[in-house]
């Protein structure tokens, strides 16, 4: 099965990182990150992030003052058809302090796995290893959909 059919029926939560391959055109990841934002815009996948995840793409547009690619980022992440954005509120943030209470995560991944809860997603797609899964969301490492390097003899 492939990485759209093992996030279905969704919604999906997406962790920061699968923003910026998509966006910067990671030459490993777009291939799997492409059509998966595809099924976003075309609703036949919903998909969340947290206000957490806008905070984190734009520093270093703002820090190299690419203010072009800060507007991409802002556009994906709030006005895309089928991505739901996540509000760092109160009752997100008491969410997060039971996450990492309870999973012993650092305080940006327990408000990325509160937004996951708060929008009733199935799976939370990342590549951080430190995300365990836990009862009622499913941790999907997107670097487990990488096709296998083919090793070459000299």
Do not use: H
């Not at 966006?23 to 799997?32: A, G, M, N, S, V």
């Not at 075309?42 to 793409?57: D, I, N, P, Y």
């Amino acid at each position: 099965m492939g990485l759209i059919e093992d996030l279905r029926p969704g919604p999906v939560a997406l962790d920061t990182q699968v923003f910026i391959y998509f966006i910067e055109e990671d030459k490993q990841f777009l291939p799997l990150v492409k059509p998966l934002f595809e099924a976003i815009d075309q609703a036949t996948l919903l998909g969340a992030t947290s206000g957490l995840t806008l905070m984190e793409v734009l520093v270093v547009p703002y820090r190299t003052g690419n203010f072009s690619l800060a507007d991409r980022y802002e556009s994906l992440l709030t006005r895309s058809r089928g991505l739901r954005f996540i509000d760092v509120d109160r009752p997100l943030l008491k969410t997060a302090a039971w996450v990492r209470a309870a999973f012993r995560l650092k305080p940006p991944d327990a408000i990325q796995v509160a937004a996951a809860m708060v929008a009733k997603c199935q799976a939370f797609l990342t590549n951080d290893r430190r995300i365990p899964s836990m009862p009622g969301l499913k941790v999907v490492q997107l670097k487990n959909y990488l096709p296998p390097t083919r090793i070459t003899r000299s």
